[in-house]
């Protein structure tokens, strides 16, 4: 059974910080883009942080927030983590992770639609 189960998720003031966590489970780990996305009400999802499947771990990540957004991966847990500094207002969302097997892991990022494997989503509310 594929399950994608996010944790981490919180209320903080704008400046603060929040580490988000997604442990995978009934997934092969090889050539599988994961990445995370959001979406605020009354907005489309957004991805904010893409790490590639290609095997080099690169990471993508939208001007919205580089620099403040990390992605990184835990291969033997199998666990995927967003690391979120400076938060700010706007960054209020329900966030996701999702995998996806698929060799151009870029333009699944740009418009996933419904494709790939999901998670249920935790909220991050950041108040000013």
């Known amino acids: 059974q594929v399950q994608l189960a996010e944790s981490g998720g919180g209320s903080v003031q704008a400046g603060g910080s929040l580490r988000l966590s997604c442990v995978v489970s009934?997934?092969?780990?090889?050539?599988?883009?994961m990445g995370w996305f959001r979406q605020a009400p009354g907005k489309e999802r957004e991805g904010v942080a893409l790490?590639?499947?290609?095997?080099?771990?690169?990471?993508t990540y939208p001007d919205s927030v580089k620099g403040r957004f990390s992605i990184s991966k835990d291969n033997a847990k199998d666990t995927l983590y967003l690391e979120m500094n400076s938060l700010k207002p706007e960054d209020t969302a329900m966030y996701y992770c999702?995998?996806?097997?698929?060799?151009?892991?870029?333009?699944?990022?740009?418009?996933?639609?419904?494709?790939?494997?999901w998670g249920q989503g935790t909220q991050v509310t950041v108040s000013s």
């Open positions: 999702a995998a996806e097997f698929r060799w151009r892991c870029l333009n699944w990022f740009r418009d996933p639609g419904a494709s790939g494997y």
């Open positions: 009934g997934l092969a780990n090889t050539r599988r883009c």
């Open positions: 790490m590639d499947g290609d095997g080099s771990s690169s990471t």
